[in-house]
């Protein structure tokens, strides 16, 4: 693979710009400066460096887990509130990345940020039925002849909602974590209402094996060498 285009596949920007940096002296293949943008290299052989940071094949696809804040839309699009605007141009493969499912504007939590499409689909796709858990609260307080029947599954216009559960996380039971398996438009919001209840806050923890721990709002983290592997295992990858 030719240089250049391994580092700007690695995320380090356009072909123009990381032929600029091999051109000043900035590269080096296992050691030696290299000013050749062509010089072939092997990404899976060779060590790769730019001002002392290392790249090898393993980052030519990208993994983060990313808490949205509320206000901001699920989107790459580039208009003032979508989620792009709080990650930094400069983190390796930024723009190859794209959300894995969505949150709407009013909720927070966890986002899977990835270059990956087939992790992304296995992710989203129903056959997988990856479990997405959320933490909510609600108005009024939750009957338990309700809870039964959200958990059993309810119509709604598209069809009945696949098997939840539910724990409630105080005493009223307005306050609490559901885990659904599918992934349709406002599910939680639609569910509760039909029920006659109203969600007032959504933030989801945790996407499969992956948890938003102790991410704060806007923060971003590569997936561990851990974590990919809990869910290439999970996915069956």
Known sequence: MRLDKFLSFAGLGSRK???????????????????????????????????????????????????????????????????????????????????????????????????????????LHPKWKVPKTYEIKITPFLKEKDKTQLEIGIELEEGRTLPCTIIPLNKEKDFLKITVYEGRYHLLKRMFKKLGYKVLNIKRVSIGPISIENLSPGEIRKLSAKEMECLRKYLNL
């Open 17 to 123: 710009k990381v032929s600029y940096l091999i051109r000043i002296g900035k590269v080096k293949v296992n050691s030696e400066v290299i000013k050749d943008p062509s010089f072939k290299i092997d990404p899976q052989k060779d060590h790769i460096e730019l001002e002392n940071r290392t790249f090898s094949i393993i980052e030519t696809k990208f993994y983060y887990k990313f808490y949205k804040p509320k206000g901001f839309v699920t989107s790459t699009i580039d208009f003032d509130s979508t989620i792009m605007k709080l990650i930094p141009p400069t983190l390796p493969g930024y723009k190859k990345l794209f959300p894995v499912g969505r949150l709407d504007k009013d909720a927070e939590g966890l986002l899977i940020l990835t270059s990956d499409g087939l992790i992304a689909h296995r992710i």
